[in-house]
């Protein structure tokens, strides 16, 4: 499992998926989110620095039904570090 790239030394991979839950995980310091693409469940971790504008964006797309640009580390990572809505 990888953690956050905090410090954008990293190139994101980029992947169109549609939100279809998200979970608060206490204790656990992160948020679940599923999408309808995948099996995989990822984590939008508490001490990232966007994180209020991300989860904003994501429960906007769980509610609108629309497709977002998820960026992760790898196409193997369970990290969210950003999203696009275009």
Do not use: C, N
Request: glycine content about 2%.
């Amino acid at each position: 499992m990888r953690t956050p790239d905090l410090h954008g030394q990293r190139q994101p991979f980029w992947r169109e998926m549609t939100v279809a839950d998200i979970r608060e995980r206490e204790p656990a310091k992160y948020v679940q989110v599923v999408f309808l693409e995948s099996a995989r469940f990822y984590k939008l971790h508490w001490e990232h620095p966007s994180f209020e504008k991300i989860l904003g964006q994501l429960q906007d797309a769980l509610a609108k039904r629309h497709v977002l640009k998820v960026a992760l580390a790898a196409p193997d990572s369970d990290v969210i570090e950003d999203v696009d809505e275009s």
